[in-house]
């Protein structure tokens, strides 16, 4: 990721006029369960459908986007966090919105379980959990 990348994912995370008001159900068991703020919960959780954006066959992002409509709730976010392309990227931008990168481990199970909740399929929850392998 590049420097100019790294600047615009910070620039999103601290953006609390942008981030505040789009938060979903997922962020919001993120913020309950794991005592991060909203801006943490939506900018993590964007990193991640980010990485997922970029590994996952249209079938299953579709099947994503139908369970989480971040795309129309995460406006601008995604457009930056579509440049993540590996989990070292993900584990950036969770430092950059002054998370731990070991955080990624705590968030993959609250959003894969809301989304076995939400009916995704066992074949979307296992691909996601090995692309969102640390």
């Given at each position: 990721m590049?420097?100019?990348?790294q600047?615009?994912?910070?620039?999103?995370?601290t953006?609390?006029g942008l981030?505040?008001?789009h938060?979903?159900?997922v962020?919001?068991?993120?913020?309950n369960?794991?005592?991060?703020?909203t801006?943490?919960a939506?900018s993590?959780t964007g990193?991640?459908?980010g990485l997922?954006?970029?590994?996952?066959?249209?079938?299953d992002?579709?099947?994503?986007?139908?369970?989480?409509p971040?795309?129309?709730n995460?406006?601008?976010?995604?457009g930056?966090?579509?440049?993540?392309e590996?989990m070292?990227?993900v584990?950036?931008a969770?430092?950059?919105?002054?998370?731990?990168?070991?955080?990624?481990n705590k968030f993959?199970?609250?959003?894969l379980d809301?989304?076995?909740q939400?009916?995704?399929?066992?074949?979307?929850?296992?691909?996601l959990g090995?692309?969102?392998?640390s």
């Open positions: 590049s420097k100019d990348d600047s615009a994912i910070s620039n999103v995370a953006d609390t981030i505040a008001n938060s979903l159900p962020t919001d068991l993120l913020t369960q794991l005592g991060v703020s801006e943490q939506v993590g990193a991640l459908f997922a954006q970029q590994q996952l066959s249209s079938a992002l579709s099947e994503l986007e139908s369970l989480i971040w795309s129309s995460l406006p601008n976010v995604q930056v966090l579509g440049n993540i590996n070292q990227t584990k950036t969770f430092e950059s919105m002054g998370l731990d990168p070991q955080m990624v993959v199970p609250v959003i809301y989304l076995k939400s009916g995704a399929s066992e074949g979307l929850l296992g691909t090995e692309i969102w392998k």
